[in-house]
């Protein structure tokens, strides 16, 4: 409101090119201030992002419905969705798609749970905790291909750290990454250690910012601790935690470098996920074509996921507007 | 009285437990990383041990065949290359679109939506068209592959950040210096980015981390001349029948130390991104 009474004092004619973002609304305003934006910042950006984003999407789509020749001359034949027939009669896409529903599951829903316990606790104020909270964030920053090959040295069979203190415990050595299911569980706890302090951090921003009134509303009331979390704090951070866990699944979708690293994909294709068998097919077979078409599927659920998270955004800014 | 200090102590000791356990946990927590930065100084006798030692002769033999008998140096410096010149181009083109949406409103919800979802697009799905292109431009392996390729995932992700910030910087500065005259760059570059360092700083950490760390891309767009450390990373555990763990180990610590050292020497800036990126 300041700003628009300020600018009354201006001349019209040196009234800036660049208006406040109250600028005027309906049908005049749009017109008049169609020549005053300055539309050429974003012209770098956009131009960027159809490039490099856009069309490999458009062009991802028509390679997936199209049988492109290697021999020079032969236009590429349009197969319409015989491709997805083929990928969806494939064994090996419905293992890769299995398991990374799976891996997304596991890993958001542990992440989320081990999170919100390690934000409750470092929840509180004394000196340094602050600096421990960045301790705890480190492994989230160091590249997932490291994050492979230390649990690789992990989960070693023979002289593995996990092995070792599992047997001071009694327990027998086990071949971790021999075995499909631990194999696939040492995934997920690979994954977990990376990225529950995201998690962490981000509930941790959602109860440091909690108002005071109705815990102590409930503290006089005489509930218990354990009562005021199940039904004060648990209810206020909710829509942090929806759009923390969609951004993690979304996040565990594209999981590569991890599973190139730890596992290989393996035993066998144990733990091949869709990232994987779509990097192989595409670069290692030459199937270009095939590849695509598990890609597109790829990116279908990637919107679906997307969008939950979209949507819960949007609507938490809105309420956290108004 | 003494009820109330009774209990006033209660909790100072429960305060107390409560530090010690997570100082704890802390430890355990990140005892991988120590054990990867161990490996990096152990002998070959000593990696292999059984069981585990933890305590060693330190060497820097290591260091020495991955940076001597291996190209990992040169890798090294072509991640520096990609991560840097990604950063830059990122930062200089995205604070310019999220300066135009955030003052002027540009593309509406509509834009910002738009931005946010290609953000969304995984890197695994376009790849191959990706490289298609790059084949086609005569852009694949060198030393600009990286650092254009790589807008496809940090552009987005600046012009949503920056656009925050900068929404959060008062408009009556930059009014007052349109009054005087000032460019639309001029004021960019004189007000509006240094008013959001803060921001500015946090974006281009995680930039910079993002480019650093990436793997997909710098696989399938290089080859020999701009290949980055961590596909280096990749090809010694895929190629090699006796991996040097040793030698491996080192490598990764090299690997991971800038993220970890720009982490802990700008904490403050970087919960800042952490949180604005997701949550704003």
Known sequence: ?322 | MAAASGHLSAQAVGARVRYTAVVFMLLVYLFPIYWILTMAFKLPKDTFAYPPVFVFQPTLENFATAFGKSNFLRLTLNSTIAALGNTFLSIAVGSLAAWGISRHRIGGSWLLLGVLSVRMIPAMTIIIPLFLLFVQFRLVDSYLTLPLAYLAINLPFVVWTMKAFIDDIPYDIEESAIIDGCSTLGLLCKIVLPLALPGLVATSIFCFIFAWNELILATVLTRLTARTAVVGLTTFISQEAEINWGALSAAALVVMTPPLALAVALRNYLLRGLTAGALK
């Open chain 1, 1 to 322: 409101m300041t700003v628009i009474r300020k600018r009354e004092w201006l001349p019209v004619f040196s009234r800036p090119a660049t208006a406040a973002p109250e600028q005027v609304q309906g049908w005049g305003g749009v017109f008049s201030g169609l020549s005053r934006k300055p539309y050429w910042t974003v012209a770098p950006a956009l131009a960027c992002l159809l490039v490099l984003s856009i069309y490999p999407v458009l062009h991802l789509v028509w390679l997936s419905l199209h049988n492109v020749r290697i021999l020079p001359g032969v236009p590429p034949e349009f197969i319409g969705l015989k491709q997805y027939a083929w990928i969806l009669n494939d064994p090996d896409f419905w293992n890769s798609l299995r398991v990374t529903v799976q891996f997304v599951v596991a890993t958001s829903l542990i992440e989320l749970a081990l999170g919100l316990g390690l934000a409750l606790l470092l929840n509180f104020d004394a000196p340094w905790v602050g600096v421990l909270r960045v301790l705890f964030l480190l492994p989230t920053l160091v590249a997932p291909v490291v994050v492979g090959l230390t649990w690789v040295l992990l989960l070693n069979g023979e002289f593995g750290l996990i092995n070792y203190f599992l047997g001071l415990l009694g327990i027998t050595k086990q071949a971790w990454l021999a075995r499909p299911d631990l194999a696939f569980a040492g995934l997920v706890a690979a994954d977990v250690w990376q990225w529950t302090p995201f998690m962490m951090l981000l509930i941790l921003a959602a109860l440091r910012s909690l108002p005071a009134e109705p815990f102590e509303a409930a503290a006089t009331d005489g509930a218990s601790a354990w009562q005021s979390f199940w039904y004060l704090t648990l209810p206020l951070i909710r829509p942090v935690m929806a759009v923390a866990l969609l951004l993690r699944a979304l996040d565990a979708t594209k999981v590569f470098g991890l599973v190139l690293v730890l596992t290989g994909g393996g035993p066998a294709v144990a733990t091949n996920v869709l990232g994987l068998h779509i990097f192989r097919k595409a670069f290692e077979r030459n199937q270009m074509e095939y590849a695509s078409g598990v890609a597109v599927i790829l990116l279908l659920v990637t919107v679906a996921v997307a969008s939950l998270y979209t949507a819960l955004l949007l609507r938490s800014q809105a309420s956290g507007r108004s």
